[in-house]
Nanobody, 114 residues
Framework: VQLVESGGGLVQPGGSLRLSCVASGFIFSGYVMSWYRQAPGKEREPVSH????????IYPDSVKGRFTTSRDNAKNTVYLQMNNLKPEDTAVYYC????????WGQGTQVTVSS
């Protein structure tokens, strides 16, 4: 089983990034896919989830209206589109799969700084 995140990096405030998470080793379409993030010195927090049918939710009020999530079951991939990024969005972003079992990716660093 693998969840491989990509798309993180350094971006200026107001910029955008799209994170991707490619899954393998399990039946992707049967799992709810989520994004979490963990900022330095803080607990890991949920950011979003998307169901197999495509229903989605964004959790933190601080990112609503700026972040969206989607999935492509044919590509075993879940995305997190992040717009108008702010320094407080700086964190390691993790992909999570939840179903019969729970799997985590290794994380990708997002740094928002001028």
């Amino acid at each position: 089983v693998q969840l491989v995140e990509s798309g993180g990096g350094l971006v200026q405030p107001g910029g955008s990034l799209r994170l991707s998470c490619v899954a393998s080793g399990f039946i992707f379409s049967g799992y709810v896919m989520s994004w979490y993030r963990q900022a330095p010195g803080k607990e890991r927090e949920p950011v979003s989830h998307v169901t197999s049918a495509g229903g989605s939710a964004i959790y933190p009020d601080s990112v609503k209206g700026r972040f969206t999530t989607s999935r492509d079951n044919a590509k075993n991939t879940v995305y997190l589109q992040m717009n108008n990024l702010k320094p407080e969005d700086t964190a390691v972003y993790y992909c999570n799969a939840r179903g019969l079992r729970t799997f985590w990716g290794q994380g990708t660093q997002v740094t928002v700084s001028s």
